[in-house]
């Protein structure tokens, strides 16, 4: 009687597991539309051979808050349009490139500031 008990609750257990994957949420991947955004901004900034102060100068904002944006740990939900619109206009980009950075639907390279995949 304990095998067949013990072979039941392995089953159960298995089985809840299982179940418990399936059901499980999936979390979206956080930052990484700010992660991309941040690498596509500071291949901007080379491409001008602009530094982070100068950028940051260029938005009139705190060092900080320029490092976290090219560092991509500032949250999307900071990335308002107004925002994306002056960093736009500092670098002298198109806001819509920056939005399909943000979304995934771009790729930066040295020689071609904005490539659709």
């Known amino acids: ?8 609750k392995k089953a159960v257990l298995s089985a809840v597991r299982n179940r418990a994957e ?3 949420p999936t979390q979206p991947k ?3 539309g700010a992660k991309l955004l941040g690498q596509y901004l500071q291949s901007c900034l ?7 102060v100068a ?3 260029s ?14 740990i500032l949250p999307e939900s900071e990335l308002h349009a107004d ?27 040295s020689s071609n500031w904005f490539s659709p995949v």
Do not use: W
Request: net charge negative; proline share 2%; aromatic share 4%.
């Open 83 to 109: 925002l994306l619109g002056e960093i736009a206009d500092a670098l002298g980009c198109e806001y819509v490139r920056l939005v399909q950075v943000m979304k995934g639907n771009g790729e930066t390279s």
């Open 59 to 72: 938005l009139d904002m705190e060092p900080e808050l320029a490092d976290a944006i090219l560092d991509g």
């Open 30 to 32: 956080q930052g990484s």
């Open 1 to 8: 009687m304990s095998n067949n008990y013990d072979a039941t």
């Open 46 to 52: 080379k491409e001008h051979e602009m530094g982070r």
């Open 55 to 57: 950028f940051a100068q």
């Open 22 to 24: 399936q059901t499980k």
